[in-house]
């Protein structure tokens, strides 16, 4: 990152913990990534809940959904290799730590289906909620990591291994899929 950017009050922690520090600009350039790409496939979706029709027609908006599915997916494809390796490397003495990475709210579950039939977006309402549900997660599970950064709390490498490995395990498996499969 230059000079200009600013990191993540999340990102403290991961660089705290790093054995090496460029596997952690590594992770923590590509959690941004997915991070940026999660709010705007969410904001999307959201609009649309409250009836913003943005874009104007729904071969627009389903083209929208596509290419915020198309960022997503490149986004947690390029997070496999960083995430794998500094998983590795950072080697908790105790796996099983508390995990920041939370599961899901009632705010998050949703059922897509009328709203996509709204907006004249032809897209499996299974498919969008999965991975709402799931980016959602995320984007809440590193606010919640940046308020402990920010709060000064402490956390340990088990649980920062517990939370990153629950982060790969949601994120990497089936909602990869689905995303693919909405970008397609």
């Known amino acids: 990152m230059s000079s200009t950017e600013t ?25 941004v990534a997915v991070e940026v790409a999660s709010l705007a496939f969410c904001r999307l979706l959201e609009r649309w809940g409250r009836g913003d ?4 027609t729904p071969g627009r908006r389903e083209a929208a959904l596509r290419r915020a599915a198309d960022r997503v997916e490149t986004a947690l494809a390029g ?31 949703v059922d897509w289906e009328p709203v996509l039939t709204r907006a004249g977006v ?3 309402p299974h498919r969008v909620a999965a991975v709402y549900l799931e980016l959602a997660v995320l984007v809440r599970a590193l606010e919640g990591l940046a308020s402990a950064v ?13 939370g990153l490995f629950d982060l790969r395990e949601n994120l990497l498996g ?8 909405l970008a397609a």
């Open 53 to 56: 029709a943005e874009p104007s």
């Open 79 to 109: 997070l496999e290799r960083p995430l794998g390796r500094y998983l590795v490397e950072l080697e908790a003495d105790i796996a099983e730590g508390r995990s920041w990475f939370g599961e899901p709210g009632s705010a998050e579950l």
């Open 7 to 31: 990191t993540p009050d999340w990102a403290d922690a991961i660089t705290a913990h790093a054995a090496e520090d460029a596997t952690a600009q590594r992770l923590i350039a590509q959690l």
């Open 174 to 181: 089936r909602v990869l899929d689905d995303v693919r499969a």
């Open 150 to 162: 920010r709060f000064e709390s402490i956390l340990d490498r088990g649980s920062l291994w517990a």
């Open 122 to 124: 032809h897209a499996a």
